[in-house]
């Protein structure tokens, strides 16, 4: 992630994300993590918050976030909060469903010309 900076009165403001990370975020509705990607930065001057649009991937939907309501992976979102990540988010302390684990164990497939 690249890290942008600002100077606004000898003090920098930085800006944690850029247009394109992948990020998961929270959704303000029902305070659930989900995956999300950085649409748009709306920098702002102090003491005023940095502001993002988000598209959270999995369901097309957008929303403006703070910081605070962002995190670079699971391991990021608050230990209190880990029961509030959405279905669709990998967590690292499950094992992979059925479904991945046929996808890693499929033999590859050969096709042959019989004719």
């Known amino acids: 992630v690249k890290v942008e900076e600002e100077t606004y009165d000898g003090k920098k403001m930085v800006s944690k994300w850029m247009v394109g990370n992948d990020c998961l975020a929270r959704w303000v509705e029902d305070g659930r993590w989900y995956n999300a ?3 748009t930065v709306f920098e702002s001057s102090p003491p ?3 502001q ?3 598209t959270f991937t999995d369901y097309g939907n957008s929303e403006i976030v703070c910081d605070d309501d962002m995190a670079a ?5 608050p230990g209190d909060q880990m029961d509030k990540l959405d279905e669709n ?3 690292p302390d499950l094992p992979p ?3 991945m684990i046929e996808e890693m ?3 590859p497939l050969v096709r042959t010309n019989l004719d």
């Open 89 to 91: 988010v990998e967590r």
């Open 97 to 99: 469903t059925a479904v």
């Open 37 to 39: 990607i950085v649409d």
């Open 52 to 54: 993002y649009l988000v």
């Open 105 to 107: 164990t499929r033999k």
């Open 48 to 50: 005023g918050p940095v």
């Open 73 to 77: 992976n699971v391991e990021a979102i």
